[in-house]
């Protein structure tokens, strides 16, 4: 039964595919007859975009920002219903947290669309077989961001690269190691990277490219230590410029623009395919002001004074990144600056709004300032200080910020972290960055003791930072009915 019902989930994780990319969400089918013609893999294809769309509106923000001490949530006295995200903020979660189930199964969800292509498309005859290359170097590109996400989470885990065609061959109660896991997302974005094209044309603009594989290889090899290859990768990343101004970088009259490596793709105008992020963002009493929603938003992912505070006078990446909805009767809450205005990620706010409920906007995976940051970290690191300016100052300079010079490779470190954080706050990179730079526990604790001391409705157990809070358990649900081990401390 156990393994019967595991199947079952998967298989629902292959026909419930969301629109991308101009694909209906209902033509894809994980049949065994469905895989005869390139355009059936062009839609299986495009429906493995559409699990990243489920993802990134779903919870990983929690789990990804509210988790470090960029954003926190808008407490509601008379509303306890997400008491559970709230928990993923403060490090008091357990194994039953519903949401680090959802995120759980989102990814692995990815991981399986890509496996059923994977599995398939050698058999499906092509006309041009660079087509077919191509299609290749998406799964893998696209099952690697989902393993990534999985590991850096939880550790070690399940590591499946074949489609599972019935009960007999879903999971086993094994995880892989965390060695045996990097291993396989380099792999596939070493293929990657070899097969997709540098750009697209038309309405293939947003599909994962040769740059967005390097740049996710250039990552991957950052959170090892592998800082050379890091270096290595990174270089590869070309054909990209900075956009001159900072906000327009996430205007969504302005997509895939000349600083987008790689971003999901969501359009307001279908049904299925629009963001929400503003309405899961918002501060919930701001309904109608913000967005001519009768209800409460969401009042998740609020910026906090931390974040706040942490840029630099000038940066015009502050006003550009965070908004304020000001009313009289915001005094009462504590996430107010200022009494009557409550922070919101203003990089996720477009109106107008054509239908309540759905926005356009983007969500920017990887763009060339990033990979700019990493660059310069990974050059600091070995060494290469002064290499590394060039690729730290353009970054600066565009926030209206002077350039650094002169900084002992010590200072450089902590500077570049500092410019990773403000430059991509609210992207769903801050926990992890915390986590591959070691911090992870000294910054979250001090953010902790901040906290408790300007909210007093926090517990004493909260933001108590542990060894191994730095992975995330394993849902329970998993435990009980495939058997994995626990990870340690949960």
């Known amino acids: 039964m156990k393994t019967y019902l595991l199947f079952a989930a998967l298989l629902l994780s292959l026909t419930a595919c969301q629109q991308a990319l101009d694909v209906n969400p209902h033509s894809f089918t994980s049949g065994d007859k469905y895989y005869s013609t390139e355009d059936q893999v062009l839609k299986a294809v495009n429906g493995a975009y559409g699990q990243l769309q489920g993802l990134y509106t779903g919870d990983l923000y929690a789990m990804a920002e509210m988790r470090s001490d960029n954003t926190t949530y808008q407490f509601n006295e008379s509303d306890r219903g997400v008491q559970q995200r709230e928990e993923i903020d403060e490090f008091l979660i357990n194994s039953s947290n519903n949401y680090v189930q959802n995120v759980w199964a989102a990814l692995y969800k990815g991981v399986m669309q890509s496996n059923v292509i994977l599995s398939r498309i050698d058999a499906v005859p092509f006309k041009d077989e660079s087509l077919k290359a191509q299609y290749v170097g998406e799964?893998?590109?696209?099952?690697?961001?989902?393993?990534?996400?999985?590991?850096?989470?939880?550790?070690?885990?399940?590591?499946?690269?074949?489609?599972?065609?019935?009960?007999?061959?879903?999971?086993?109660?094994?995880?892989?190691?965390?060695?045996?896991?990097?291993?396989?997302?380099?792999?596939?974005?070493?293929?990657?990277?070899?097969?997709?094209?540098?750009?697209?044309?038309?309405?293939?603009?947003?599909?994962?490219?040769?740059g967005a594989a390097h740049t996710l290889l250039g990552h991957v090899y950052l959170t090892r230590k592998d800082y050379a290859k890091a270096i290595a990768s990174f270089e590869q990343v070309k054909g990209y410029t900075l956009v001159s101004d900072y906000a327009s970088v996430f205007a969504t009259t302005n997509k895939n623009h000349s600083e987008s490596v790689f971003e999901v793709q969501y359009n307001a105008d279908m049904e299925g395919e629009s963001s929400n992020f503003i309405y899961s963002f918002g501060p919930y009493n701001a309904g109608v002001p913000l967005t001519t929603f009768q209800g409460?938003?969401?009042?998740?992912?609020?910026?906090?004074?931390?974040?706040?505070?942490?840029?630099?006078?000038?940066?015009?990446?502050?006003?550009?990144?965070?908004?304020?909805?000001?009313?009289?009767?915001?005094?009462?809450?504590?996430?107010?600056?200022?009494?009557?205005?409550?922070?919101?990620?203003?990089?996720?706010?477009?109106?107008?709004?054509?239908?309540?409920?759905?926005?356009?906007?983007?969500?920017?995976?990887?763009?060339?300032?990033?990979?700019?940051?990493?660059?310069?970290?990974?050059?600091?690191?070995?060494?290469?200080?002064?290499?590394?300016?060039?690729?730290?100052?353009?970054?600066?300079?565009?926030?209206?910020l002077a350039p650094l010079a002169g900084l002992?490779?010590?200072?450089?470190?902590?500077?570049?972290?500092?410019?990773?954080?403000?430059?991509?706050?609210?992207?769903?990179?801050?926990?992890?960055?915390?986590?591959?730079?070691?911090?992870?526990?000294?910054?979250?604790n001090a953010h902790g003791v901040e906290e408790k001391k300007r909210l007093p409705r926090l517990s004493a157990a909260a933001f108590n930072v542990q060894d191994y809070m730095l992975l995330y358990p394993i849902p329970q649900r998993e435990i009980r009915l495939n058997g994995f081990e626990q990870n340690p401390g949960w």
């Open 139 to 210: 799964a893998k590109f696209l099952r690697a961001v989902h393993y990534f996400y999985l590991v850096r989470l939880f550790g070690s885990v399940p590591l499946i690269t074949k489609e599972i065609a019935g009960p007999e061959q879903a999971f086993t109660a094994e995880k892989a190691s965390v060695d045996n896991i990097y291993q396989q997302i380099i792999s596939d974005v070493q293929d990657a990277a070899n097969q997709l094209p540098q750009t697209y044309t038309g309405q293939n603009v947003g599909r994962a490219t040769k």
């Open 408 to 444: 002992s490779q010590t200072a450089f470190r902590e500077a570049v972290y500092h410019e990773q954080r403000v430059e991509v706050a609210f992207e769903n990179h801050r926990w992890f960055d915390l986590l591959r730079t070691g911090r992870a526990q000294t910054v979250m």
């Open 296 to 400: 409460n938003l969401g009042g998740m992912n609020i910026p906090t004074r931390n974040i706040f505070q942490a840029y630099e006078k000038g940066d015009k990446r502050r006003d550009a990144s965070i908004g304020y909805y000001i009313d009289a009767g915001n005094d009462k809450y504590s996430e107010a600056f200022g009494q009557d205005s409550l922070p919101y990620i203003k990089k996720f706010f477009h109106p107008p709004f054509k239908l309540q409920g759905r926005t356009d906007d983007n969500w920017p995976v990887y763009r060339y300032s990033h990979v700019m940051l990493m660059l310069a970290e990974a050059l600091n690191e070995t060494g290469q200080t002064a290499a590394a300016y060039q690729y730290l100052n353009p970054v600066r300079q565009r926030a209206g």
